[in-house]
T-cell receptor, first 109, second 113 residues
Framework: TQLLEQSPQFLSIQEGENLTVYCNSS?????LQWYRQEPGEGPVLLVT?????EVKKLKRLTFQFGDARKDSSLHITAAQPGDTGLYLC?????????FGAGTTVTVRA | KAGVTQTPRYLIKTRGQQVTLSCSPISGHRSVSWYQQTPGQGLQFLFEYFSETQRNKGNFPGRFSGRQFSNSRSEMNVSTLELGDSALYLCASSLAGPYNEQFFGPGTRLTVL
């Protein structure tokens, strides 16, 4: 059983559309990290959120950490084909990093 | 600065054999973590080493073991391979541990026949 549940599992959208990926858990985390993984490569860190209610923006990507530090969301505005990839959330707890199963995002040109 | 390197990149083994995977972390990073990635389960934490000591371990059988050397390089060993061990094995290094940014290598794709 995954400690972190990500939804949706797959997302296919047209270039220019917006999308949101969710990461939920019943556990509280010290921090939450978001990674993107492209085929044939390892995951690359996008952002780390630490404080409950925190919102971080990275160009067209907006990350939010839930008030109770149990959930997070990633919102992409005006998606581009370069945003295509596997998006993974990872929660830090008990000195371990637990990953969600990931959301595969495909942005069609 | 050179990234995390993993060798070999691809490996094919048969059931019952054993395998050793290698990971060279980013210079200056003392923490190395290992993960197993499969389509159904995502990334599952195997273990984490810091300064040659295993600090944490995931829920994997004893067939999975690892070690870290004084230069922070790490190896992971899987004995008595099973078909279900087929996966991408990822190594990640960081300055101090799982709460810091993890820098991942490209992984070793293991296929067990």
């Amino acid at each position: 059983t995954q400690l972190l549940e990500q939804s949706p599992q797959f997302l296919s959208i047209q270039e220019g559309e917006n999308l949101t990926v969710y990461c939920n858990s019943s556990s509280v985390f010290s921090s939450l990290q978001w990674y993107r993984q492209e085929p044939g490569e390892g995951p690359v860190l996008l952002v780390t959120v630490v404080t409950g209610g925190e919102v971080k923006k990275l160009k067209r990507l907006t990350f939010q950490f839930g008030d109770a530090r149990k959930d997070s969301s990633l919102h992409i505005t005006a998606a581009q084909p370069g945003d295509t990839g596997l998006y993974l959330c990872a929660g830090a707890r008990d000195y371990k990093l637990s990953f969600g199963a990931g959301t595969t995002v495909t942005v069609r040109a | 600065k050179a990234g995390v390197t993993q060798t070999p990149r691809y490996l094919i083994k048969t059931r019952g054999q054993q395998v050793t995977l290698s990971c060279s972390p980013i210079s200056g990073h003392r923490s190395v973590s290992w993960y197993q990635q499969t389509p159904g389960q995502g990334l599952q934490f195997l273990f984490e080493y810091f300064s040659e000591t295993q600090r944490n371990k995931g829920n994997f059988p004893g067939r999975f073991s690892g070690r870290q050397f004084s230069n922070s390089r790490s190896e992971m060993n899987v004995s008595t391979l099973e078909l279900g061990d087929s996966a991408l094995y990822l190594c990640a290094s960081s300055l101090a541990g799982p709460y810091n940014e993890q820098f991942f290598g490209p992984g070793t794709r293991l296929t067990v026949l």
